[in-house]
């Protein structure tokens, strides 16, 4: 223990206070007799280049970052993970022992790991997938699905044109439809999936009818406050399957922490309860 390395890692955000990433990692270095911090980094977009390069000064192991630096992150890594460049977007670094700094993106993982955790023998090429939305969120759960083997993902947005923007980029297993189709999309599929804000604490609930929605299809919802929004309450009652944000949230914390710490942390019981209590 005397001769163990005391890990520095953060999340790097503007604003970052709401982040629940310290309370996952402090939980995990306890858990695991690990010597660390991991501490909150609120960095203004004019200084996160700077604060990015200072990372191996600091003696940083790495960092999370997020909003708004999670696409501005890329251009100043010295390697861009393949998934993490597809996604357009960085959530993790992890400086190297020369200093480099390499960019990862777990949100995909998080999200299938997320899938699996309910439903083990979950298959992505199952059936059709609807995704809910083009943000963020929707960029690395279309990408890890399409990656799964999903024989189509059909995607709704209010605003079509990033619809078709994702569409064009991840080829033609995803098929662009309008926000006016988006009840008669459920029609077939395996897996319906909300990214949207919609339902999330303080916007209204997410506007949809299941009458269409196969009653085996998995119904995930990216939010994860509240932990069941009325979209999940309702395929619950109907008998669907269900899946929420908070295995999202937590999944994508794993290998950040097994790149900095070394060991691939396990999701418990009192780790969910921990994060819970934040909310
Ligand atoms: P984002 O990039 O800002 O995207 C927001 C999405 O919500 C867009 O598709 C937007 O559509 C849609 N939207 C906003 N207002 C709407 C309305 N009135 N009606 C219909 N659609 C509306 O956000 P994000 O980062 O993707 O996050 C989206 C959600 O996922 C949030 O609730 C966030 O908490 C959650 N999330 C969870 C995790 C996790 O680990 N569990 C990770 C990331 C995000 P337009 O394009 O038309 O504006």
Redesign the pocket.
Known sequence: MADQKFVLAGVMGWPVAHSRSPVIHNHWMAQYGLRGAYVLLPVQPENFEAAIRGLPALGFSGCNVT?PHKVNAMKMMDFVDPVAKAMGAINTIVVQLDGSLHGYNN?GF?YIQSLRDAQPDWRGDAGPALVL??????R?IVLSLLNEGAPEVRLV???RE?TQALADEFGPRVKVLD?AERNDAMAGVALLVN????G?HG??E?AVSLAALPEQALVSD????PLETALLKNARLRGNPVVN??G??LN?ARPAFKAWFGVMPEITPTLRQVVIETF
């Open positions: 909003i949100d998080g939305g083009a943000g963020g969120a929707a690395a947005n209010r605003t990033k926000w990214t949207t804000n919609q999330m916007q209204p997410l990216a939010i994860y406050i944000g908070l999202m949230l994508q």
